[in-house]
């Protein structure tokens, strides 16, 4: 059983991924704009894990007891600017998450809370993923510079991810990821 402190900075995290999810969301939208599909691609398969990870928190409150809670989502922007901007508005965000992952557990392990604990290093493995991703987009964004040529291949690489978790939580996450293979 979680206590109220914590069922409700978890809540607070799952509304941070679903904006995460919206936000990534809009910048899909505002790729295809561009025409740039693969941004397209790579930002809307970006929008599935974190409705991933939105379900996995809102599942575990309720698995520990607690109510998880729908809190209102503030609009993203719509206009992100270059595509180089964009991305680094990307990495900004999560090291945002990523600030809040670290004060769950450190929220965690101030109330002794061990499953929580334990719940949670699955987000901080995940965080470091997420801004190394970044980070390498970054990376070949600046090394192409404004070469409409060293875009095309970016696009072209962020075309070929696939959204690789599951989109259907009726069942539970536990049943949605093993139905993916995850």
């Known amino acids: 059983m979680i206590s109220k402190k914590m069922?409700?900075?978890l809540n607070g995290q799952v509304n941070k991924e679903m904006y995460s999810a919206y936000l990534y969301m809009a910048m899909s939208s505002y790729s295809d704009g561009m025409g740039l599909k693969g941004f397209a691609n790579w930002l809307m398969?970006?929008?599935?894990?974190?409705?991933?990870h939105?379900?996995?928190?809102?599942?575990?409150?309720?698995?520990?007891g607690g109510r998880a809670r729908v809190l209102a989502i503030k609009e993203p922007p719509a206009d992100f600017g270059t595509p180089l901007n964009m991305?680094?508005?990307?990495?900004?965000?999560?090291?945002?998450?990523?600030r809040s992952i670290n004060d769950l557990v450190d929220l965690a392990l101030a109330e002794k809370d061990h499953a929580t604990h334990i719940f949670l290093q699955w987000y901080v493995t995940e965080q470091v993923e997420e801004e190394e991703n970044d980070n390498d987009i970054i990376a070949r964004l600046e090394m192409v510079g404004n070469s409409k040529d060293g875009l095309f291949m970016v696009d072209k690489d962020l075309a070929a991810r696939q959204?690789?978790?599951?989109?259907?939580?009726?069942?539970?996450?536990e049943s949605a990821m093993k139905a993916a293979g995850e």
């Open 45 to 52: 398969a970006q929008y599935h894990e974190e409705m991933l």
């Open 163 to 173: 959204t690789t978790v599951p989109t259907d939580f009726s069942k539970g996450i």
């Open 7 to 9: 069922e409700k900075a």
């Open 87 to 98: 991305f680094k508005k990307v990495l900004e965000h999560e090291k945002f998450v990523t």
């Open 54 to 64: 939105a379900m996995k928190i809102y599942e575990y409150i309720t698995r520990q």
